[in-house]
Structure formats: C-alpha cells, structure tokens
C-alpha cells in the first residue's frame, strides 16, 4: 500500500480560500481520503484501534510524566518556602516577596510558549520536549542551593521559559494524532497523570522533610535536589521514548533505527485526520497565515476561558497548603496528607469527564456544570464555619477546575481546523492560562491571611464569567451549524465541518 506518505494517503481537491502550499512536493492542506486508505479504514477496524492503541502507549505515559514534574517542581512552592523552612531562610515571607516568587514564573511562560511550539516542530517533539524537561531538572536541582530570594527569583524566570514549552507542546502534539471527538479523553489522560503527580507532591514534600538537614543541607534544599534528579531523567527517556508528528512517522528517530511507525500505519492515522478535519498535512509558518489565525475572534476567548479556570487552578495549588494549615487550622503533618485526597479525585473525575465528553460529542455544557461546581466548593471554601465541612468544598472547586482543564483544550481543538491556527491557538490558550497565574498571585495576597477571602471571591467571579461566555457560545456555535446544514455558509474554510457545542 501506501510507501509515501504524501503521496499516496491523499488526493487533491482545493477549496477556495484554503490554498496554502507547503512546499513544491507536498500537496494541498484540503485533501480528500485516497479510496484505498478510505476502504483499508472502513474494513480493517480493529488493525485501526491497535495502530491508535499503539500511539496511545507510546505518547501519553511519557508525556503525562513530564507534566507531572513539571506541576510538581511547579507546585510543591508553598511546601518548601511555608512549610518546609524555606521562607525563614531565604526571607521569601518578607511583604511580597512569596507573591513576586510565584508570579515572575509566567512571566516568561507566556512569552515563550509559542516560540517554543515553533520549535517543537522545527526540532522534533523527542529533541526539544527531552531538551527542555532535561533542562528544567537540571535547573531544579540548582535552585536547591540558592543563597538568597533574588537568586531564586531569577531562577524562576529561567524556569518559566523552559517550562513554557511544555504543556503547549503535548497539546499540540496531541492533537496532530488524534480526531477530534477521540482527543479529550486523551489529554484528559496526559493531565490526569500530572494532576495525580501534583497532587503526590506534598507527600512526597513531607517524605523528603523528614531527612531533616543532612550533609549541611535543609530538608527543603532536598526537595529540590531529589525532585530535579528525577525531572532531569524523565527529560532524558522522553528524548528516547517521544515520537514525531505523523506526517514523519515513519522516519527513523533519534535513537531508533526504524520509524515509530510503518509507511502504511502513518498513512491511516494522517487519513483519518484528514477526514476529520482536513488539516492532516502541516503548513508553513508564514506571517499571512499567522494574521489569518489571528484574526478569528474564537483564538482570544479560548485563552480568556482558560484564564478564568486557571485562575482557580493556581489559586489552589500555590495556597491550598497555606489555607488547610492556617485558616482550616489542620496540623503541619496532616495538611501534607489532606493535600493529596482532593488531587487524586480530580483526577479520576478528569478523565471519566474526558471519556463521557468524547463519548457525546459535546463540550460546552460540561464546562458550565463545572463551573457552577466550583463556585459552590469555593463558596464553601469561604463561608463555612466547620473545618470539615469547608474541607468538603476543597474536593469539590479543586475536582471541577482541574477537570475543566483537559475540556477546555478539547473544546478549543474541536472549534478551529488547520496547522498554523492549531499550535499558534495552543500557544495562546497557554499564554492564558498563564496569566491565570499571575492574577491568583495576587488575588491570594498575605496580607489577606488566613482566609483569603477576596481571593475566593476572585475565583468565584471567574466562573461566572466562564458560564456567561460558554453560554453564548452554545447559541452562536448552534445558529452556525443550522446555517451550515442549509448550505448557507462553510465553517473553517473546511466543507462538512460542523461547531462543537
């Protein structure tokens, strides 16, 4: 069957306003399914499922482990500097100092995160992804024997721009490989493995804590060092492990003498996303094709939304340790413990959400339902008097906003079409969600110690805004497809192509 790729998986047929070219040999970004792939597809389901199937564990558990380490060396902060004795050395509990150490981080996040998927597809997922978690590793480590709260901001800043290709990067990479009602279970899966790992962190914080100071070293230097040993060598297998786009599947890899894939495998998978979307094949980075992304009103709300939920996220995850030990008034020991329980259900709550979204072909009225979720748990959160009872709020605003991570990125995925517009709308959306960042870093302010309360009116508002816009968007996205259905209008420049609710 099919040995070139290019070539042979698909046919031409241009669709007006849609004639980006990728270079001289490669065809046309609107394609239309080669009948002998079409009918391999159609007949041979279950070699289909195995090939998916093998991509699945080839990807996702990698990937997954990245973002674990990541939230983890990102997220144990308030562990180290509150809990673990960092803040009384380093002084970081001085004024602002604490909030300034938690913002400067997105910084440089968002201004790197498109760059970064830039690069992911010039070098390759396996080059740059192992690069920058290598690196990172390589930098938590470092930070461990920081002499002052300058130095630490500093490596922050660094941090930021190696961290920023990260998550942008396994999104789009992602999303290259799978359809588009088959993807949010998929990163729900990839973030189900971070948002268990991040929640394992204050365990793990409390285990390392117990070393106390050996060899001259305090337990929170430790944490450091043993968390960036073990980030350095996830980066390192995920420069063995990762794979590459499936437009160059069945290259040989960086160490590997055969592509991941054979020439008639890649063929099916970039078939398959052909007929879902018609945006198999990659297009250039060109300005004009960047302007043109740019100017679709859907690439600046979907970040909007996610900065709205990732307001929440960081919130939770910079101060819950602080909240459950100061304000719910829960000891040192316990308040690692009762850290892991309400990460560990958000994670199974991920990718059940995950599984059910794909499963009915819908996005937006999950996102409502959980917003309305979280505004109720973070109500709770506030308001209540007993400590359980406001702990019971905990599992409920920190399931749903985690939970609304992975259905975000799907409801963005399913409502745009084509390369560029993909990992340049990836990038954004992550450039929003790290602003999230840096508004709970000052939402959560200290002196607003221990209950925080116009932070948790911040997130309340947040998901508010999140039902209002969702919302309208259900009422918008549903007059198109009925308008698109009458033959009136083509959606995307993609004929077929319908919106995701």
């Not at 007059?479 to 995307?492: P, S, Y």
Request: charged letters at 15%; aromatic letters at 14%; hydrophobic letters at 45%.
């Amino acid at each position: 069957m099919a040995t070139d790729i290019k070539h042979d998986a698909v046919q031409t047929e241009r669709v007006p306003e849609k004639e980006h070219i990728v270079d001289e040999s490669r065809l046309d970004t609107n394609i239309h399914l080669n009948d002998a792939i079409q009918a391999e597809i159609d007949k041979d389901e279950k070699r289909v499922k195995r090939i998916i199937r093998k991509v699945d564990f080839r990807m996702i558990p990698i990937l997954g482990l990245l973002y674990m380490w990541a939230l983890i060396d990102r997220v144990n902060l308030p562990n180290k500097i509150q809990i673990a004795g960092m803040g009384k050395e380093l002084g970081t509990t001085q004024g602002n100092r604490y909030t300034l150490v938690t913002m400067i981080f997105f910084i440089t996040y968002i201004l790197f995160d498109f760059p970064s998927n830039i690069a992911l597809r010039k070098f390759g997922p396996a080059k740059w992804l192992g690069f920058i978690g290598t690196a990172w590793g390589c930098l938590t480590i470092a930070m461990g024997f920081v002499q002052s709260w300058k130095t630490l901001l500093v490596c922050r800043v660094i941090f930021g721009a190696l961290e920023a290709g990260m998550a942008p990067g396994s999104i789009y990479l992602l999303s290259c490989w799978y359809t588009r009602y088959e993807v949010q279970k998929r990163f729900a899966a990839w973030a189900c493995i971070g948002v268990f790992g991040s929640g394992l962190s204050s365990a793990l914080a409390y285990g390392i804590t117990t070393i106390g100071t050996t060899a001259g070293y305090s337990a929170w230097r430790w944490i450091f060092i043993i968390e960036g040993i073990v980030s350095a060598a996830v980066g390192i297998v995920a420069a063995i492990v990762l794979v590459d786009f499936p437009d160059r599947a069945s290259r040989p890899g960086l160490f590997f003498k055969h592509g991941f894939l054979t020439p008639e495998e890649a063929a099916i998978i970039l078939a398959r996303v052909e007929r879902d979307r018609a945006d198999a094949v990659p297009e250039p980075f060109t300005t004009k094709n960047v302007l043109r992304a740019l100017s679709d009103w859907k690439m600046w709300q979907f970040p909007f939304l996610l900065f709205l939920n990732n307001l929440t996220v960081y919130s939770f995850s910079y101060f819950l340790p602080i909240i459950v030990h100061e304000s719910m008034g829960f000891s040192t020991e316990m308040t690692y413990y009762l850290n892991v329980a309400p990460y560990c259900f958000a994670a199974i709550w991920m990718f059940a959400i995950g599984w059910f979204n794909d499963r009915i072909r819908m996005r937006g009225p999950t996102i409502i339902t959980q917003a309305l979720i979280i505004t109720i748990g973070a109500c709770v959160m506030a308001f209540a008097k007993p400590a359980g009872v406001r702990f019971f709020g905990v599992f409920l605003a920190v399931g749903g906003t985690n939970s609304n991570i992975p259905t975000i990125y799907g409801y963005q995925h399913n409502n745009i079409t084509g390369q560029t517009k993909r990992a340049l709308a990836t990038a954004m959306l992550l450039m929003g969600g790290g602003c999230g960042g840096i508004v709970a870093s000052f939402a959560f302010q200290s002196k607003d110690a221990p209950h925080y309360t116009p932070g948790m009116i911040t997130v309340i508002v947040s998901q508010a805004l999140t039902v209002l816009i969702v919302s309208c968007n259900f009422l918008y996205f549903l007059h198109r497809n009925r308008k698109a259905e009458r033959g009136e209008v083509v959606l995307e420049d993609t004929p077929g192509f319908r919106y995701t609710y």
